[in-house]
């Protein structure tokens, strides 16, 4: 395993002369890959996070996937089948990052479906109509690449390359639910009503994806000093607002908000107060749709055993028929 083959013999993490070497790397813009020398916690932080960005879009293409069997027309149902697509591929390309660390597949994925391991708080939340899918587009995936894109100069190789064309796909997952928000916004009363009632579901939820704020982040300072993070929670957040209010005057609708206002000293939009004891709820599992998502993933694990026992037992025949070749 990586991790015991390049564990500091020497002292504790953090207190030593490789400690120092490492932290000059990063200042340095470095970038750090699997077989260079890294501290245990540099290490742990990664898999968590890494880990639980991959649980989130395999878990993410729950919401969705429920709307693919009733989306309006052919050429959306093709598009949201391709976006829900992608997520897998995300959560692939995630998962095999976070495996240079030196941790399996199979404990990753052992942790998700035992409750361990978080995932996003946002797919707790259900898709109760077709302009839902239309505000996880324009909100969501906007969400996930403001966060996202910072992530492409994180120090760590394996996640910063996997994340330059996660975020070229998120891109046109955003596009795509603006655009359907828009062909809401402008239909009929009962179109604008449906697009208005997802905004109201799915913003504050939206902001809560950022995490805690600044003050209770714990692992913030050691994220940002290590340059895996690039901005704050807090920042981030900030960020989203002031780029997706504008989007959604555009679309005539109103943000659920009524402190929401424009603050010409500092050019940023104000807020509300986020629900911070919602946020632990749906963290500590009591969120909306918590326990029905944990139980179709733990389904389909168990539906796709014979895969995995399958392509167990063909590899195993490859390797036989191999050593048979060469042994002749
Ligand atoms: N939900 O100290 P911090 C997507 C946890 S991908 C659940 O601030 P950190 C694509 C946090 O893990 C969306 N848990 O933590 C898509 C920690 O718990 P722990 C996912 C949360 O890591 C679109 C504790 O709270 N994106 O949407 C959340 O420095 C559409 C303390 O928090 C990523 O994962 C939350 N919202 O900052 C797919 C991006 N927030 O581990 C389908 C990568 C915090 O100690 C459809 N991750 N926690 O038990 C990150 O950037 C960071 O991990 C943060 C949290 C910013 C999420």
Redesign the pocket.
Known sequence: MYSQALQDPTGADGAGPQDDRFQARIDAEDRIEPNDWMPDAYRRTLI??IS??AH??IV??LP?GNWITRAPTLRRKAALLAKVQD?GG?GLYLYAAAETLGVTREELVEQLLTGRA?????FNYPTLSWADIGA?GWL??GA?IM??IP?CRCSYGPYARSMIRICKE?SF?QRQGFEIMTVLARGSAEQQAMAQDALNRWWWPSL?????PDQQ????DA?MRWKI?RFT?DALRQKFIDATVPQGHFLGLTFPDPVLRHNAASGHWDFGTIDWDEFRRV?AGDGPCNRERLAARRRAHEEGAWVREAALAHAARQRAVAQQREAE
Not at 217 to 220: A, G, I, L, V
């Open positions: 968590r996070q639980q960005h989130s879009e993410g293409m969705e997520e995300h978080k995932y996003s708080s946002i996880i969501v995936d996930a966060n996202q992530l998120e997952h809560m994806m950022f995490g805690p982040s714990q692992h913030s994220s993070k929670n963290l």
